[in-house]
């Protein structure tokens, strides 16, 4: 299978890890030898209910026995698409009450930035330095990283970059500016969370402007930071919310919500503002449900913040200079990116999966199941801590 793998899938990186998977459960993830993996990265955060939890395996059955694709998105009422845009609101402050469901959060974030320009009338569009967004052409616009844009230019006009966290950028946001897109928390830059007051500083300074404060909660939303989404937990309000990753329980989705009034305009002048064929799939939005009613009913998110203090209190090592971000949204950060890279690819030697950050090359990500047990966090913990040690030996 791995030749195959090599040989006919179009591969992201010189070098894959290509663990030929077998199955997964809870939270493991096996190989075709039977080796079982701890997994600490749930698919980069999107696997927040563990592998095959039986809630979304039951709507996937039951739905899948019903129908499945019947028509584009937004021409049939479709019970689990109803139910959980129905569920959003309920758990989102108005006025945030109107949800469009696409196919992933990068499609999200090119629905909710077509949206702003549509609101406000506007092109300008400004992001922050070190953003990731995601890969399509509107999404991949968002970022400055040279390296990666540099090949696929050009990219969408129009957009500006301020830096995350610093309240003098916050100027630059003026009349002409449509929208402001930023993550909640910063993932690939290396898990940074806004300092004290940035976000609602932003938002006023949008307010003030009348352009469009976009928060990405692809990563933090869903009861990852212990709150349902990432910005709860930072006294603001978006104008949109972008959702991806989490919402699906594995399964592929992503969702910008904003008011009626605002969202309605992509119905008209034109009709068809933004359309999708497979966005809302009746079956994927099941398990969204399912996933959602899951973090709520097993009260996910109050947990995550235990975790976090248990994950805090075992991972503590000379190697480890810090531990960013929050709830079971961890970065551990090493001296350097080869020490990240050794203790990654030695962890899953020793039946630990972990993985990288984009950019932040020291940071090692931790972002396991939401589900993920005490007992499973002390293993996982014990075996980072175990291959530190042999890495630091060697370094001595």
Not at 199 to 225: H, M, N, Y
Request: proline share 5%.
């Amino acid at each position: 299978m791995k030749a195959d793998f090599l040989k006919y899938q179009a591969q992201t990186t010189p070098h894959p890890l290509a663990m030929e998977v077998s199955h997964a459960k809870g939270s493991y993830i096996y190989d075709t030898s039977g080796k079982a993996y701890l997994d600490f990265v749930a698919g980069v955060s999107a696997t927040s209910v563990g592998h095959g939890h039986p809630n979304v395996l039951k709507a996937l059955r039951e739905q899948s026995e019903k129908y499945l694709h019947v028509m584009v998105y937004g021409e049939y009422a479709q019970s689990p698409a109803v139910q959980l845009t129905r569920l959003l609101a309920e758990l989102l402050p108005a006025p945030l009450e109107q949800t469009y469901l696409v196919n992933s959060g990068t499609e999200a974030i090119d629905g909710a930035m077509k949206l702003a320009r549509r609101v406000t009338g506007r092109q300008e569009i400004i992001s922050a330095n070190q953003a990731y967004h995601g890969n399509t052409f509107g999404a991949l616009s968002l970022m400055n990283y040279e390296e990666r844009v540099a090949p696929f230019r050009p990219l969408v006009g129009g957009i500006r970059h301020i830096d995350y966290n610093s309240f003098e950028h916050l100027e630059q946001i003026t009349s002409q500016t449509a929208g402001v897109v930023l993550e909640t928390i910063q993932g690939g830059a290396g898990f940074i969370q806004p300092v004290e007051g940035w976000l609602s500083a932003v938002k006023k300074r949008c307010e003030e402007v009348d352009a469009l404060l976009i928060l990405d909660e692809i990563q933090p939303g869903f009861g990852r930071t212990g709150t349902f989404f990432g910005f709860e937990n930072y006294n603001v309000l978006p104008d949109i919310v972008v959702m991806g990753k989490g919402m699906g329980g594995g399964m592929p989705i992503g969702a910008f919500t904003a008011s009626t009034a605002h969202m309605q305009l992509l119905s008209n002048n034109p009709k068809l503002g933004h359309i999708t064929t497979f966005g809302g799939h009746p079956v994927i939005a099941a398990a969204a449900l399912a996933t959602v009613q899951t973090i709520l009913d097993e009260k996910l998110m109050e947990q995550a913040l235990e975790k976090e203090k248990l994950m805090r209190s075992l991972l503590i090592h000379p190697l480890i200079e810090e531990v960013r971000g929050k709830g079971l949204m961890l970065a551990a950060m090493t001296p350097s990116a080869e020490i990240t890279s050794q203790a990654i690819l030695q962890a899953q030697d020793e039946g630990l999966i972990l993985f990288w950050l984009l950019f932040e090359s020291r940071a090692i990500r931790i972002t396991p199941p939401l589900t993920i047990s005490n007992e499973e966090i002390e293993k996982g913990c014990r075996t980072l801590i175990q291959v530190l040690d042999k890495i630091a030996s060697k370094l001595s």
